[in-house]
């Protein structure tokens, strides 16, 4: 079965919604990490979003896979790196890795287009 992508994101962004209502501050505190680990700097965001990526896939965090997918190619990166880094992910994950790094790929071609 092909995942939905938009919609399992979107379910995602509505599910954080209501949790940012019920715990405003946990939600501002990863927030505020989040904006400051993936800042610009020595390492440039797209990379910052390859890594997360990775991280994601191995993981094994689905909607981690399909948010940084989108940040990744917002930033820049091609189907091409997204594939590049769904290959060092399995290295670094093994089989379970390589099942995730695809869905990596099917969300690119749904969310950006392949």
């Known amino acids: 079965m092909t995942m939905d992508w938009k919609a399992q994101l979107n379910e ?16 501002k505190g990863f927030t505020a990490m989040h904006q400051g680990g993936m800042a610009e700097g020595a ?5 910052k ?3 997360a990526l990775g991280i994601g896939i191995v993981r094994q965090c689905i909607d981690c896979i399909g948010f940084h997918v989108e940040a990744a190619a917002k ?6 790196e997204i594939a590049e880094c769904v290959g ?3 290295v670094m994950g093994g089989g379970p890795a390589y099942m995730y790094g695809a869905k990596a790929l099917q969300a690119y071609d749904q969310l950006i287009g392949g």
Do not use: M, Q, Y
């Open 12 to 27: 995602t962004r509505g599910v954080l919604g209501d949790f940012r209502s019920t715990h405003p501050k946990a939600a």
């Open 43 to 47: 390492v440039d965001v797209k990379h």
């Open 49 to 51: 979003e390859l890594i």
């Open 75 to 80: 930033a820049g990166a091609t189907r091409d």
């Open 88 to 90: 060092v992910a399995i």
